[in-house]
Nanobody, 113 residues
Framework: VQLVETGGGWVQAGGSLRLSCAAS????????QGWYRQAPGIQREFVAT???????NYADSVKGRFTISRDNAKNTVYLQMNNLKPEDTALYYC????????WGQGTQVTVSS
């Protein structure tokens, strides 16, 4: 199983970024996907999940600003992040549930004030 995140970078507060996570080694269409993040000195935290039938769930801190989606034809899950805040700065990881939870290597998002 391999998960490869892309799309991180630097953005000013109020800006947008879209993260992508390409999965391989699984039957993507029947697996659940998620995004987590970890800022320096802070425990890793949940951001959003999307089930295989498209049901989504979000952390309160990102609700209304972030959107998780999936493209089963491309084996890819996305995280559209709008109205970014400095407190969104973190290393963002995608996950997939395939017998166990697998993690990508992470992509850095930095939001400056």
């Amino acid at each position: 199983v391999q998960l490869v995140e892309t799309g991180g970078g630097w953005v000013q507060a109020g800006g947008s970024l879209r993260l992508s996570c390409a999965a391989s080694g699984i039957i993507f269409s029947i697996s659940n996907q998620g995004w987590y993040r970890q800022a320096p000195g802070i425990q890793r935290e949940f951001v959003a999940t999307i089930t295989r039938d498209g049901t989504t769930n979000y952390a309160d801190s990102v609700k209304g600003r972030f959107t998780i989606s999936r493209d089963n034809a491309k084996n890819t899950v996305y995280l559209q992040m709008n109205n970014l805040k400095p407190e969104d700065t973190a290393l963002y990881y995608c996950t997939t549930d395939w017998g166990q939870t697998y993690w990508g290597q992470g992509t850095q998002v930095t939001v400056s004030s």
